[in-house]
């Protein structure tokens, strides 16, 4: 069973840089992309960021500039940096994993920008 842990999130002020985890239960080998997710009350989850197995990148347009996504391998932990953090970021986010047709959910962190 794949099992996938967040941590980083938080309060911080507009402007202000935070930096998220996910630690996979197995190696990140077997997933064929992993990425970041966030839902904002009342709204639909959306996809931030995901970095595929061979290391390419995909950012929502929002997220672009701001965010990184990055993978440490060894750890089997991906991390999503975020600079520059605006009110509007302010969500739930979690962290997803993909192999084949199966995707796997982190239970997901909050975070909270403050104006």
């Known amino acids: 069973q794949v099992q996938l842990v967040e941590s980083g999130g938080g309060l911080v002020q507009a402007g202000g840089s935070l930096g998220l985890s996910c630690a996979a239960s197995?190696?990140?080998?077997?997933?064929?992309?992993m990425g970041w997710y966030r839902q904002a009350p009342g709204k639909q989850r959306e996809v931030v960021a995901t970095i595929a197995s061979g290391g390419s990148t995909y950012y929502v347009d929002s997220a672009k500039g701001r965010f990184t996504i990055s993978r440490d391998n060894a750890k089997n932990t991906v991390y999503l940096q975020m600079n520059s953090l605006k009110p509007e970021d302010t969500a739930v986010y979690y962290c997803?994993?993909?192999?084949?047709?199966?995707?796997?959910w982190g239970q997901g962190t909050q975070v909270t920008v403050s104006s």
């Open positions: 997803n994993a993909r192999a084949g047709l199966f995707q796997y």
């Open positions: 197995g190696s990140i080998f077997s997933f064929n992309a």
